[in-house]
């Protein structure tokens, strides 16, 4: 069964940074790309970031470029993102996913239950 | 960027209605669109893939079609567990998601 736990969310002040984590179980980690989806309160789902099996193509939606950094760690199972210079309207429910294919953006076929990210001071 | 813009945002039926709901690219994708059904609390499930693919497990009252830059999610006979919200996903070029239609009551 692919389970997908995401972890490392909390409240953080505006500017601060935040790692969350996501471990994999249930399938090859090593031979899908991952990605980042995150929900703000009440608002509809934003694609943040994705990565390739071997962490050599990383990709990122333009309202978190060069504050996040997406990563993974093949002999953990383990898929990552840093965010930096946190602001309010990063406040969201942030999933991780697993993508169908190995590189590129592809559709998500798990999802992992979701981690809060609260921005405030 | 390719926006995906759906419509309606809210939808009202019946159980047993036949349900259709629209997703348009803003520049052609090909195929390269999904749907997902989201219920409060929880996280999205994948119906859709290459626009008309059934993901395995998805009950087959749910299909999907289109291509280029128009697309439709069908649910042809809605059930009480069908009350949710619905989101295109298009991954032709990165990735983005459309608004969302709340199928309710």
């Known amino acids: 069964e692919v389970q997908l736990l995401e972890s490392g969310g909390g409240l953080v002040q505006p500017g601060g940074s935040l790692r969350l984590s996501c471990v994999a179980s249930?399938?090859?980690?090593?031979?899908?790309?991952l990605s980042w989806v995150r929900q703000a309160p009440g608002k509809g789902l934003e694609w943040v970031s994705g990565?390739?099996?071997?962490?050599?193509?990383?990709?990122?939606a333009d309202s978190v470029k060069g504050r996040f950094t997406i990563s993974r760690d093949n002999s953990k199972n383990t898929l990552y993102l840093q965010m930096n210079s946190l602001r309010a309207e990063d406040t969201a429910v942030y999933y991780c996913a697993k993508d169908r294919f190995g590189s590129g953006c592809n559709d998500l076929d798990y999802w992992g239950q979701g981690t809060l990210v609260t921005v405030s001071s | 960027d390719i926006q995906m813009t759906q419509s309606p945002s809210t939808l009202s039926a019946s159980v047993g209605d036949r349900v259709t709901i629209t997703c348009r690219a803003s520049?052609?994708?090909?195929?390269?669109l999904a749907w997902y059904q989201q219920k409060p609390g929880k996280a999205p499930k994948l119906l859709i893939y290459r626009a008309s693919s059934l993901e395995s497990g998805v009950p087959s009252r749910f299909s999907g079609s289109g291509s280029g830059t128009e697309f439709t999610l069908t649910i042809s006979s809605l059930q009480p567990d069908d009350f949710a919200t619905y989101y295109c996903q298009q991954y032709n070029t990165y990735s983005f998601f459309g608004g969302g239609t709340k199928v309710e009551i």
């Open positions: 520049q052609s994708i090909s195929t390269w």
């Open positions: 990565i390739s099996t071997s962490d050599d193509r990383t990709y990122y």
């Open positions: 249930g399938f090859t980690f090593s031979s899908y790309a």
